[in-house]
């Protein structure tokens, strides 16, 4: 039986804690993240929302803390096997980050939509115009890049 088979859960959890202190700590984005998601969730308290809108919401913000701790991740640890620059490194740490940025412009879309209605009696429309100016800014963004 080697080390890690004989870990308790209660171990799991301390290095499951010292990383989400490691991330906290360590990453702005994540910090500022995690204080929004926080207002968003406290603001809902206090929306008249249906059961599906919280959870829809809390889902939401997780999915962005969950990117923002992937991307931290993937970049801590390309750092760690390629520490020198390359124009390939560089594409895998865009595009993560670019990973966190779609996760984040849909949890303004959801919030859009469901704190639209509540506060504001908005049609669901607001929410979903700024998903597609999202979705047109990266496919125009995209024909402009590839025809450089």
């Known amino acids: 039986m080697n080390k890690k088979e004989n870990r308790t859960l209660k171990q799991s959890f301390s290095y499951a804690f010292q990383g989400l202190a490691e991330i906290y700590k360590t990453q702005r984005n994540f910090r500022i993240q995690s204080l929004i998601g926080l207002i968003v969730l406290i603001a809902a308290l206090f929306a008249n929302l249906s059961d ?19 991307n931290t991740v993937i970049e801590k640890l390309i750092d760690f096997l390629h520490p020198f620059y390359s124009s390939s490194i560089k594409i895998i740490k865009d ?25 504001f009696n908005m049609p669901a429309k607001y929410g979903i115009i700024l998903g597609v100016i999202f979705l047109l800014f990266i496919n125009l963004s995209g024909f402009i890049f590839k025809r450089k």
């Open 95 to 119: 595009v993560s980050a670019a990973a966190v940025l779609i996760a984040s412009i849909f949890a303004a879309s959801i919030g859009t939509i469901i704190f639209g209605r509540a506060f």
């Open 52 to 70: 599906q809108e919280f959870i829809i919401l809390v889902l939401t913000v997780m999915a962005v803390l969950i990117m923002e701790t992937v």
